[in-house]
């Protein structure tokens, strides 16, 4: 039976920062119970790496960046829902950003502003301008998976630690299934 830990070895995150992004490494502090796993990078994708590692769908949450403009005004943000689900950008996440337009961040733009690889980014480590709007479900589930910062590591942390991250804002952001 699939599992948020699945079959991967889990070790503390502040004993492993080797294997994720500086970004994660520095924010560590932040996701203190946070452990982390090495994975193959091939299999980092949510279908592929939750089929390959027995997680189960519902202990994966995706993180997406998005970019919304307010006349001159850019404003870059994570949302974090489960794997299960998909979340509303044009109407609820537009709305919590005040922004006009919205779209996902170009990938070079997100690697680049985040100092994250794409399919790993992740909201622990993000620039602290960001708003990171975190899906109900997230936190209900308790332990979930996330990214690494790169596609060769997971993140195995508390939905609560997800909310308590600087700039984090709990939300009902996910689509009626």
């Not at 089929?51 to 998005?66: H, I, K």
């Not at 479900?137 to 942390?157: E, M």
């Amino acid at each position: 039976m699939a599992t948020p830990e699945g079959n991967l070895t889990w070790t503390s995150l502040t004993d492993s920062l080797d294997l994720v992004a500086a970004p994660v490494a520095a924010a560590a502090a932040r996701v203190p119970g946070a452990r982390v796993a090495k994975v193959d990078p091939a299999l980092a994708d949510t279908a592929a790496f939750c089929e390959a590692y027995d997680v189960a769908p519902g202990a994966s949450a995706n993180c997406v960046v998005v970019v919304g403009r307010r006349g001159e005004d850019i404003r870059y943000a994570a949302v974090m829902v489960l794997a299960v689900d998909r979340a509303d950008i044009n109407k609820t996440v537009r709305k919590a950003l005040d922004v006009r337009k919205l779209s996902f961040a170009d990938q070079s733009d997100a690697e680049q502003r985040t100092g994250m690889t794409q399919g790993g980014i992740t909201p622990v480590g993000l620039p602290d301008d960001w708003t990171i709007l975190v899906d109900e479900a997230v936190v209900a589930a308790g332990p979930v998976v996330i990214g690494g910062g790169v596609r060769s590591s997971k993140l195995l942390v508390d939905g609560a630690e997800l909310a308590a991250l600087p700039n984090a804002r709990v939300m009902g952001l996910a689509l009626p299934r």
